[in-house]
Nanobody, 118 residues
């Protein structure tokens, strides 16, 4: 069974770039036809899809984030990375790495809390 584990700095200062890693075990990130997504949930709000990278390396992003996110992968380490530039306190959230197959998010990490504060 696939497992996803997010990791990151926890606290980031405004205007900096946030970098999070999702370590995947029990399955390859290159297996067709999975999409690997980053989703976040700000305190008191709903889930927000940020972007995805596919099994073949193609990327997709939410237009609402205005080119700030960048998703990449390291196939040798079986990891997915999210970078989010120019963070503000509004980027404070729980960040999740998830796997999508078809229309179902069938695996989720436990999430990692990120706080943006000076």
């Amino acid at each position: 069974q696939v497992q996803l584990r997010e990791s990151g700095p926890g606290l980031v200062k405004p205007s900096q770039t946030l970098s999070l890693t999702c370590a995947v075990s029990g399955g390859s990130i290159t297996t067709a036809y999975y999409y690997w997504n980053w989703i976040r949930q700000p305190p008191g709000k709903g889930l927000e899809w940020m972007g995805a990278i596919t099994y073949s390396g193609s990327t997709y992003y939410s237009p609402s984030l205005k080119s700030r996110p960048s998703i990449s992968r390291d196939t040798s380490r079986n990891q997915i990375t999210l970078q989010l530039s120019s963070v503000t306190p509004e980027d404070t959230a729980m960040y999740y790495c998830t796997r999508l197959m078809g229309w179902e998010y069938d695996s989720w990490g436990q999430g990692t809390q990120v706080t943006v504060s000076s």
